[in-house]
């Protein structure tokens, strides 16, 4: 309940800068550009019990929609929404025996994001930031594993816990925050370009949470590497 309550005052706090930013007495803006992103995402799981783990990697690729609404100063501020497909999940690192495993998850992700970006806004270069809240919605998830995998080695992990192996994904959504810093480059012509560096922290758990279950917490948390294309549907300003 607690980490609902921190989502839903991030998208408050994030509903408040976009209401304060359209309020300011700035150079008016009203572009449209959409485009499509692809990426790479290195994720780990936070359990607790606590599984040992190295980053687990995975493919991100979606669709992008930006709206700029105003230039304030320096800053072009823009909101921006996307809907991608992304592979998460976990790598364990066994020093106990020759076993491997690894789960990767399969999600629909959302996120909602405010955008800030300072520099050129139609020819040359522009840094910007962005923040926001970001709902998951679970597609599926497949296990790989090699080694010995008997009673013996299963009895020598850490903690002694093992019920992760054969737990299905048991909260289908998820919901969380996510950030990051990136730089774009505009053109007049031929659109928008930019590679950016996030990180994703969910609010949320993969599996049951409760005083009976295992697992008190059985979060993803991912940095995210992506590239991004976006053309203008139109363009207008004062």
């Given amino acids: 309940m607690k980490r609902l309550l921190l989502f839903f005052l991030i998208v408050n706090c994030q509903l408040s800068i976009v209401n304060s930013l359209y ?14 992103n692809g990426g790479y995402n290195w994720n780990k799981v936070s359990f607790d019990p606590t599984i040992k783990q190295k980053y687990h990697g995975g493919t991100t690729l979606g669709f992008t929609m930006r709206y700029t609404c105003e230039r304030y100063f320096k800053m072009l501020c823009a909101v921006q929404a996307e809907v991608n497909y992304a592979q998460l999940g976990w790598t364990e690192v066994i020093e106990t025996s020759d076993d491997k495993f690894s789960r990767t998850i399969n999600y629909v992700q959302v996120p909602f994001l405010a955008r800030l970006g300072m520099g050129k806004e139609v020819k040359g270069m522009m840094g910007y930031l962005v923040l926001g809240p970001q709902l998951g919605f679970y597609i599926s998830d497949k296990d790989k594993r090699s080694g010995t995998w008997s009673a013996a080695t299963l009895a020598q992990r850490p903690n002694n816990v093992v019920e992760q192996y054969s737990l299905p994904i048991q909260n289908h959504f998820e ?64």
């Fill in 23 to 36: 309020a300011q007495v700035g150079e008016y803006r009203s572009a449209l550009a959409f485009g499509v």
């Fill in 175 to 238: 919901y969380g925050i996510t950030g990051g810093l990136g730089m774009e480059v505009n053109t007049k012509k031929a659109g928008h370009f930019s590679i950016e560096g996030r990180y994703y922290f969910a609010l949320s758990n993969i599996f049951h949470d409760g005083k009976a279950d295992t697992f008190g917490r059985s979060a993803n948390g991912a940095i995210v590497a992506k590239v991004t294309y976006l053309f203008d549907v139109f363009s207008r300003k004062d």
